[in-house]
């Protein structure tokens, strides 16, 4: 494995350096991808160029469009990490009210797969201990061993793991600069469960992948990898990759007067919708430029 990585400039973590056994909904899973940020930022491509960005993925996620393309959209916020926010039935905040504990705000519950700037994810690792301190304490109240909360004091709980809370505190708390567009982030279809949906065909996978990109992801999952899977799922991929879904820009009303949004549509039911230049039309929610749509009713979409 090492021989292939070398062969695109990647590298393994080292023996001495490689954290063992199940980190899932523990604070080791943080431990792991610090781990894992030390060693990308030793990595060099071929060409000699040190990574400017690191991306975190699973075995079951997969890229939804080309890489001159994920490039180029990363190029135009140098120096910016990319997070994405959780949908939970709960909100995913920010919070910045007195029952959050004070060191830990603005809270907020985003992805596992996220998009960190070297210099931050480097920043971060070298905190780990100072992080350490300040969150465990915070994240170590599981009914189950699956079951993990953020403690917000008195009797308060929000359910999420470790890795889901702490880097939107941390890059805001350090002036670290991120969006939380969902560019270069992995899009997760869940609806309404907290395990993703997983693809395990060549439809399926098209399907989820043309999702993703239809909310403006560079990443998808869940893809079923397994043997028996995973020729279908990369068949998938590679359609949807040269086969692009329609795009467009999400509209809201209270965009609508900000010049630099392309488009704007209201969000009542029964008002009527608007997009700013000719290539854009207004398309209801349940249309969604092609397919149904997991978005709330009353939502419109101005489709390219």
């Given at each position: 494995l090492e021989a292939k990585l070398n062969t695109y400039g990647g590298r393994l973590v080292p023996t001495e350096n490689t954290l063992q056994g199940n980190p899932r909904w523990k604070w080791e899973m943080v431990q792991m991808m610090f781990a894992l940020y030390r060693t990308a930022g030793e990595v060099k491509a071929t060409n000699g160029c040190p990574p400017k960005w690191i991306h975190l993925v699973s075995e079951s996620c997969a890229p939804v469009r080309k890489c001159s393309k994920v490039h180029s959209r990363l190029a135009q916020r140098p120096g910016s990490s990319h997070l994405t926010f959780m949908q939970d039935p709960q909100g995913h905040g920010p919070w910045t009210g007195n029952e959050i504990p004070e060191e830990l705000r603005p809270a907020a519950h985003t992805s596992q797969w996220i998009t960190l700037a070297t210099t931050h994810a480097l920043a971060l690792a070298a905190a780990e201990e100072e992080l350490r301190l300040k969150w465990k304490p915070h994240l170590e109240h599981a009914e189950a061993p699956l079951v993990n909360y953020l403690d917000i004091g008195g009797h308060g709980r929000i359910f999420g793991a470790s890795e889901e809370w702490i880097f939107y505190t941390e890059l805001t708390q350090r002036s670290m600069p991120f969006d939380t567009n969902g560019l270069s982030a992995a899009w997760i279809c869940c609806h309404g469960e907290s395990h993703p949906n997983e693809a395990n065909d060549r439809d399926g996978t098209v399907d989820l992948c043309h999702r993703a990109q239809s909310e403006g992801f560079d990443f998808v999952r869940k893809l079923n990898v397994d043997v028996g899977h995973v020729g279908d799922?990369?068949?998938g991929i590679r359609y949807c990759i040269e086969t692009p879904l329609q795009t467009f820009t999400t509209c809201t009303k209270f965009e609508c007067s900000s010049p630099g949004n392309d488009c704007c549509a209201p969000r009542e039911i029964g008002e009527s919708a608007t997009c700013r230049g000719d290539d854009y039309t207004p398309v209801r929610w349940v249309e969604r430029?092609?397919?149904?749509?997991?978005?709330?009713?009353?939502?419109?979409?101005?489709?390219?």
């Open positions: 799922v990369m068949s430029c092609g397919g149904d749509s997991p978005f709330h009713e009353g939502e419109y979409r101005c489709c390219k």
